[in-house]
């Protein structure tokens, strides 16, 4: 059975750090593009980033540049957030995701996990 796991998420200050994983199974990474897109209520979907395993292009929101970045451990079948410097403004439920293409990572992913709360608060 296909599934993707995340952890990592919690409570942390703003500028503080926090690293999110996602551990698939039942199928590989490496046959996707695959990253992350975050919901907060009320708003609308955001692709966070996004990672072409085939050649490692990668992708980031312009709301997180230069602050978060992907990685991926094939051996592990793993996928990971780092996030940096983190705001207010990052809170939001995080949930990784596998789809044709990053384009449609946000709207059409073939396969995406339970979701991990990140809360940047003081």
């Known amino acids: 059975q296909e599934q993707l796991v995340e952890s990592g998420g919690g409570l942390v200050k703003p500028g503080g750090s926090l690293r999110l994983s996602c551990a698939a199974s039942?199928?590989?990474?490496?046959?996707?593009?695959i990253g992350w897109f975050r919901e907060v209520p009320g708003k609308q979907r955001e692709t966070v980033s996004c990672?072409?395993?085939?050649?490692?292009?990668?992708y980031y929101g312009d709301a997180v540049k230069g602050r978060f970045t992907i990685s991926e451990d094939s051996a592990k079948n793993t996928l990971y957030l780092q996030m940096n410097s983190l705001k207010p403004e990052d809170t939001a439920v995080y949930y990784c995701a596998a789809a044709l293409s990053c384009p449609l990572l946000r709207s059409e992913p073939d396969y995406w996990g339970q979701g991990t709360q990140v809360t940047v608060s003081s």
């Open positions: 039942g199928f590989s990474l490496r046959d996707y593009s």
């Open positions: 990672i072409h395993l085939s050649d490692r292009t990668t």
